[in-house]
């Protein structure tokens, strides 16, 4: 099992943009799929972004295309997701997550693995 942590969250205004980090260990992390997910107060946890354990393919949830973008080092355990032009809406706390799947997924119950989240806030 891959142990995850996420680091980069703060608190910023509308259109600012915020780079997130997620540091993996554990099982051999080049294996896995990475997602991101974020979960709102009150809502369930969300699908944001996806990267194939090769980091050649991604998938981006609608509401995020064009404005956040995921990336992996496999070298160095990372995975990040840089965001841009955030809004209130994307307020959350947002987790990183891994799974041994040949094919991206977007559910939350098909990742194996999960950080702890990291907030991130967005408001003027």
């Known amino acids: 099992q891959v142990q995850l942590v996420e680091s980069g969250g703060r608190s910023v205004q509308p259109g600012d943009s915020l780079t997130l980090s997620c540091a993996a260990s554990?099982?051999?992390?080049?294996?896995?799929?990475m997602g991101w997910f974020r979960q709102a107060s009150g809502k369930e946890r969300e699908f944001v972004a996806a990267?194939?354990?090769?980091?050649?393919?991604?998938n981006y949830a609608d509401s995020v295309k064009g404005r956040f973008f995921i990336s992996r080092v496999n070298d160095k355990n990372r995975v990040y997701l840089q965001m841009r032009s955030l809004q209130p809406d994307d307020t959350a706390i947002y987790y990183c997550?891994?799974?041994?799947?040949?094919?991206?997924?977007?559910?939350?119950?098909?990742?194996?693995?999960w950080g702890q989240g990291t907030q991130v806030t967005v408001s003027s």
């Open positions: 554990g099982s051999t992390f080049n294996l896995y799929n």
């Open positions: 997550a891994a799974a041994r799947s040949f094919t991206l997924k977007v559910e939350p119950a098909q990742y194996d693995s």
């Open positions: 990267i194939k354990w090769f980091g050649g393919q991604t």
